[in-house]
Every structure is written in C-alpha cells, then in structure tokens.
C-alpha cells in the first residue's frame, strides 16, 4: 500500500498562483507515474499533469500555467499553479501507477490522495 497526501490548496483570486504537494508514503521509482487529477462540482474527474520518467504531460487547458515536478529524495510530487482561473476551482487529486500508459487517465491510476481543494475567484 502506498499512501498519498496532498498539501497546499487553498482560495485565491484569479491571476494568483498556488503550489500543490504529494507526499508519497514508499519511493517513487521512475517505473512509476504521477499524476494530478481535478474534481469540480458535477464532472468527471479528469487528468491535468503527470510525470513519468522525467517526461511531463499536460492537459491543454494547463499548457503554460501549470508545472508538475518530482523530487524523488523526498517522494513528493509538486503542481505548480499560476495564472489560475475561475474554471480552475475542484479538488486536486495526487496518484500513483506503474508504466507510460495512458498517463493523463484516471483507470490507470492506482492509489489517490485524499484530496485538496482549490478555490479560485474573479
């Protein structure tokens, strides 16, 4: 079992920025991806960044505003957030898969997080 602890959501107006975190309870190895998923009110739950191997994915609506990064010496994953927008606001989920597979896709995922929210206001 692997556990996953988001840290850092939290409200603020647009334009502002944010710093998520995961901390992951075993190492991450490269065989490893991590991902971070959103949740708002009423949808699905879907992919924004993961890591594999050093490579990084994007969904595009966080093409240029969003920065997921890994230090493997403290098995944390981070999410940088800038330029956050209304239509930004859900929960953030961390997770945790093995293999390049469909990286930006929840099935492929393994353990979660708990979760944190992120509020973001005009």
């Known amino acids: 079992q692997v556990q996953l602890v988001e840290s850092g959501g939290g409200s603020v107006q647009a334009g502002g920025s944010l710093r998520l975190s995961c901390a992951a309870s075993a190492d991450i190895y490269m065989s490893n991806k991590m991902g971070w998923f959103r949740q708002a009110p009423g949808k699905e739950r879907e992919g924004v960044a993961a890591?594999?191997?050093?490579?990084?994915y994007y969904t595009d609506s966080v093409k240029g505003r969003f920065t997921i990064s890994q230090d493997n010496a403290k098995n944390t994953v981070y999410l940088q957030m800038n330029s956050l927008k209304p239509e930004d606001t859900a929960i953030y989920y961390c997770?945790?898969?093995?293999?390049?597979?469909?990286?930006?896709?929840?099935?492929?995922?393994?353990?979660w997080g708990q979760g944190t929210q992120v509020t973001v206001s005009s």
């Open positions: 997770a945790l898969g093995f293999g390049n597979a469909n990286v930006l896709t929840k099935s492929a995922y393994i353990y």
């Open positions: 890591i594999y191997g050093g490579r990084t």
